[in-house]
């Protein structure tokens, strides 16, 4: 994919997504010893950075495809996201959805107009069930991370950050899917001469880290995390350019998760949801690397069911 492709795209999708927010805290590159610029994609439109993506992938499809509609399978995020674009453009979404999912995001959901059917909570089920639809309704599969349209639009998050900061050493961003890592690691590549890209992960769904130890797509036996949004796995799509432009994949634990998220709460003042956090807590997990860098940290998302919360506020 081109810098031209993903010009494109940004152009494309402009009017349906918002450009959001870079915030800075000097306790936080006190704390990192670094400066740090959060891009707020929690400030996006269904509160994730996931509505580029969808919203990207629908525009691409035929007349004939959107008459359709569109299926998905998601926790929560880009089921979110796909039922509000889907609803922005006129076409019918129906969202496969983990029996454990968040109630805040099975809500938000059916705020958007989509149209949940609940499966079991493995990656298995989610696919067998989104097939099944596919092929009763004739509606076009969207994968949430495994898809070229998709991974574009994600990546226009890290290539709005770019645009107002050209000069970061380090783009840092939660690897789940790979979607949004694969999107920012294209950005970088197009639009940056000297920044490297890195990922946090869970070591409870580490499967990116050891994909890249060993060069193929790994699985993940468990996805015990409390980063609900990252448990899923890579694909042949974005394997391959998160193998060729992403530097280190950095694991943590679920306490350093809980802390990183409670610090940005109390700090900040910004909701962010744990997978959010998985990146933030890779930066204070090894902040030595980071020394004296500039470091940009997409926050990809804030939707988190505040019933729930792993720390009291």
């Known amino acids: 994919m081109t810098k031209q492709n993903l010009n494109d795209c940004y152009q494309r999708i402009a009017p349906y997504i918002h450009k959001t927010p870079v915030l800075t805290s000097s306790l936080v590159n006190e704390l990192v010893g670094a400066e740090v610029f959060f891009k707020c994609e929690n400030f996006q439109k269904t509160g994730a950075y996931k509505m580029r993506g969808a919203t990207n992938a629908i525009m691409q499809l035929s007349d004939e495809q959107r008459v359709k509609g569109v299926v998905t399978h998601s926790s929560g995020n880009f089921a979110q996201a796909l039922s509000k674009a889907a609803q922005s453009l006129g076409v019918k979404a129906t969202i496969v959805m983990p029996s454990n999912s968040p109630i805040a995001k099975k809500e938000g959901v059916k ?31 969207i994968h949430p991370s495994n898809d070229l349209d998709v991974i574009l639009g994600q990546g226009t998050a890290c290539y709005e950050l770019l645009q107002d900061y050209p000069n970061l050493d380090v783009v840092a961003c939660p690897v789940g899917g790979g979607g949004l890592i694969a999107g920012s690691a294209l950005a970088v590549h ?26 193929k797509i790994e699985s993940n036996t468990t996805t015990n995390t409390i980063a609900d949004g990252l448990r899923t796995q890579l694909g042949h799509h974005n394997f391959p ?73």
Request: proline share 3%; net charge negative.
């Open 241 to 313: 350019i998160i193998k060729d432009n992403v530097n280190e994949i950095i694991r943590v634990t679920e306490e350093d998760i809980i802390e990183a998220m409670r610090f940005i709460w109390e700090r900040m003042k910004i909701i962010i949801e744990p997978s959010s956090a998985v990146t933030f807590a890779a930066i204070l997990r090894e902040k030595n690397k980071f020394k004296g860098k500039k470091i940009g940290v997409i926050i990809s998302g804030g939707n988190v069911d505040v019933t729930n919360l792993p720390f009291n506020i």
């Open 190 to 215: 197009h639009f940056s001469d000297n920044t490297i890209v890195i990922g946090g992960e869970p070591f409870e769904a580490d499967d990116a880290y050891r994909s890249l130890i060993s060069g």
């Open 111 to 141: 705020t958007y107009g989509g149209n949940i059917i609940e499966c079991e909570p493995t990656i298995e089920a989610r696919q067998s069930t989104a097939d099944k639809i596919v092929e009763e309704t004739g509606g076009t599969f």
